[in-house]
């Protein structure tokens, strides 16, 4: 499975962007697609989880309200809504997929290669 994130950018505090991320390959076993980012000098962290089959979303309290996740589950595809970005929400967004659901990266078998969303003060 591969995993293929785009839509980051530059934004002002305030805007908003909206991530893709599209699954390809043998992604019948991919139950669940999630968002993490990761800051410079910080952990990759949980920011928003998706279940393909029911819809069911959970988020990270940080985001909540803000953000949304949605997916297209005939195309296996993931997509988060940024609304009122932060400067505190600067970071490299990853994609990643996987038949368990959770909200830790070990959760997840397959893994996008970021990316960058950057919010200006």
């Known amino acids: 499975v591969q995993l293929q994130a785009c839509g980051g950018g530059l934004v002002q505090a305030g805007g908003s962007l909206r991530l893709s991320c599209a699954a390809s390959?043998?992604?019948?076993?991919?139950?669940?697609m999630a968002w993490f980012r990761q800051g410079t000098g910080k952990e990759r962290g949980f920011v928003a989880v998706?279940?393909?089959?029911?819809?069911?979303?959970v988020y990270a309290d940080s985001v909540k309200d803000r953000f949304t996740i949605s997916r297209d589950n005939v195309q296996t595809m993931a997509y988060l809504q940024m609304n009122s970005l932060k400067p505190e929400d600067t970071a490299v967004y990853y994609c990643?997929?996987?038949?368990?659901?959770?909200?830790?990266?070990?959760?997840?078998?397959?893994w996008g290669k970021g990316t960058l969303v950057t919010v200006s003060s």
């Open positions: 990643a997929a996987g038949a368990i659901w959770g909200t830790r990266p070990e959760r997840y078998d397959f």
């Open positions: 998706i279940g393909l089959t029911t819809g069911g979303a």
């Open positions: 390959g043998r992604t019948v076993g991919i139950g669940n």
